[in-house]
């Protein structure tokens, strides 16, 4: 699956605890934590691939195995979908 990219109508603000996502389109909040805000970062233009996020992420943390690390990103990038804060590239 290719990597979503933020939608232009999504406000990231950090906070002590992580962030925060407001969608102005649909009023979605959504938080994030620490891990999240780093995840959130690494989404395109930064990275173009879960691939590219997961050895991102694994450099930063490298006492979690690889597989944590995808796992993690591929629920939180669901859930990303699941509340419309970003975009799925279609399929040429």
């Given amino acids: 699956m290719a990597l979503p ?26 938080s994030l934590n ?16 879960e691939d590219e996020v997961v050895a991102s992420l694994s450099k930063a943390f490298p006492e979690v195995d690889q597989d944590t690390i995808a796992s993690d990103l591929r629920q939180l990038l669901d ?4 509340n419309g804060l970003v975009e799925v590239p279609q399929a040429a």
């Fill in 5 to 30: 990219r933020p939608r232009t109508t999504v406000v990231f603000r950090e906070v002590p605890e992580g962030a925060i996502l407001f969608c102005t389109e649909t009023e979605t909040y959504f």
């Fill in 34 to 49: 620490p891990l999240g805000v780093r995840i959130w970062q690494l989404l395109p233009p930064t990275s173009s691939s």
């Fill in 79 to 82: 859930d990303l979908v699941a």
